[in-house]
């Protein structure tokens, strides 16, 4: 079975200030990672995938497979990246089914 | 806008009754998803059709919960005798299987709430 972990509902950091949102996950096979991120008001977009290996404003995400984590970091926060970050693992298999974790609110204070 | 549209935004019932809701993706896109979302809660999985064909249910998923995609294009989600544990936002998701950074991306509608009194 596939689960992914964010362990912070919660994260509040000073503009300027770097940012870390974690993820882990258990899957059995190769996964492929990806971050989702929500404004508010708005519908859920995909942020960055990490096969694509992009900075994405900013962001980046490096799949560590001996940990089995996909953290997201920035080093210098905005006020605009304030928002929820959801991090999501495929079913590299037949199904193409997309596992999602519970989401971590990023607040960043001016 | 061509983005991945659902009808209705917002549905408010009373338990027992019956609800649906629709989901038009992206053009194209052979890869449609509905997934249920409470509050403080990731989007979690229900079903998955590629084409007309549904390849995958969740078991969250009873048996009064319904979903199609009859000619491969726009997808219905029927909920049965409603209950108060349905209440939830219920997103829908199109896909296709272009290669590139497009390719494999799940683009997701905003949503269809649905409040069972």
């Known amino acids: 079975a596939q689960r992914v972990t964010q362990p912070e509902k919660l994260l509040s950091v000073f503009k300027g200030a770097p940012v870390e949102l974690k993820c882990n996950y258990s899957?059995?096979?190769?996964?492929?990672l990806f971050w989702y991120v929500q404004y508010s008001r708005q519908r859920l977009q995909l942020l960055l995938r990490h096969i694509s290996r992009e900075s994405i404003k900013g962001f980046t995400a490096d799949l560590n497979k001996g940990e089995t984590s996909f953290h997201l970091k920035k080093p210098f926060a905005q006020e605009e990246d304030s928002a929820m970050y959801y991090c999501a693992l495929r079913d590299s298999g037949g199904y193409q089914k997309v596992t999602f974790g519970i989401g971590t609110k990023l607040q960043v204070i001016p | 806008d061509t983005g991945v549209s659902q009808d209705p935004r917002h549905k408010i019932t009373k338990r027992g009754q019956n609800v649906t809701f629709r989901c038009d993706p992206i053009s194209e896109h052979n890869r449609l998803y509905w997934y249920r979302q409470t509050l403080g809660q990731g989007p979690e999985f229900l079903t998955y059709?590629?084409?007309?064909?549904?390849?995958?249910k969740s078991r969250l998923l009873s048996d009064r919960f319904s979903a199609e995609r009859p000619k491969g294009s726009f997808s219905t989600l029927e909920i049965q005798r409603t209950e108060q544990g349905d209440s939830a936002m219920y997103l829908c998701?199109?896909?296709?299987?272009?290669?590139?950074?497009?390719?494999?991306?799940?683009?997701f509608g905003e949503g269809s709430w649905l409040t069972v009194v």
């Open positions: 899957y059995s096979g190769s996964p492929e």
């Open positions: 059709f590629q084409n007309e064909a549904q390849l995958e």
């Open positions: 998701a199109s896909s296709s299987r272009l290669t590139g950074r497009a390719g494999n991306t799940i683009y």
